[in-house]
């Protein structure tokens, strides 16, 4: 039975090129899914962040037709605007969230998929995407300080590395902050891991505003 990850992982691989076989085209997937928007994310640290503030909502992306959609970098996401934006694509409606520093690459992606007025319509209205200052991470940082951050680390078992991590030279010189950053990163899945954990310490009130931004601009309940 078809299913979401079916249709990421076949638009992931019409995407870099390759073949859609074996399995159903994409836009039969995306039919039979009731696909109408993909959130177009950097990486799976994101992903999981999204996932995370989902569930605590109480939302089912997945039956809204929303699909969460890691690309694997923000230089992909021309590829994948031009698959499932307006036609030839799929003509999905399309949102985002990324890095400062990749802002132009979305702002290119989503600014070409703008979709097409219909009859007796208004012009179509650009694709939006939300812009975090330093990226994701730094964003869940601020939010919810320092201190917080270094007790989650603790709780999950990570104390011990982190503080090792902050007496490298080049860790020197810079904020508890960026070295925060700095240190999910440094081991394979340890964004991906906190990037949930992170989410799941916010107060519902107190959300980084791209995320939030994000959310609002999703069609759920429609």
């Known amino acids: 039975m078809a299913d979401m990850r079916a249709f990421r992982e076949a638009v992931t691989l019409r995407a870099a090129g390759g ?16 696909v109408r928007t993909a959130v177009l994310l950097e990486g799976l640290s994101d992903a999981a962040a999204v996932d995370a503030l989902a569930e605590r909502r109480g ?22 605007a031009r ?12 949102t985002g969230l990324c890095d400062e520093g990749e802002r ?4 290119r992606a989503l600014a070409g998929a703008t979709p097409t007025a ?8 650009p694709q939006r995407f939300f812009v975090c200052s330093a990226d994701l991470e730094d964003e869940l940082i601020r939010t919810l300080g320092v201190a917080r951050v ?18 490298q030279p080049a860790q020197q010189g810079r904020t508890a902050r960026q070295q925060l950053r700095r240190f999910l990163g440094t081991k394979k899945g340890r964004k991906i ?16 505003a791209p995320l939030d931004g994000l959310f609002g601009e999703l069609p759920v309940g429609l």
């Open 59 to 80: 939302l089912d992306l997945e039956s809204e037709g929303i699909c969460v959609l890691p690309m694997g970098g923000a230089m992909s996401v021309g590829r994948f």
């Open 150 to 167: 270094e007790e989650i680390v603790r709780a999950q078992g990570d104390l011990r590395a982190l503080q090792t991590f902050q007496q």
């Open 193 to 208: 891991h906190y990037g949930r954990a992170l989410v799941e310490a916010l107060e519902p009130d107190r959300v980084p």
């Open 104 to 107: 132009r690459f979305y702002a």
């Open 19 to 34: 073949s859609e076989e074996p399995g159903e085209p994409v836009r039969e997937l995306a039919a039979r899914l009731s």
């Open 118 to 125: 219909g009859p007796g319509e208004g012009q179509g209205q």
């Open 83 to 94: 698959l499932l934006g307006p036609s030839p694509g799929l003509g999905l409606h399309l």
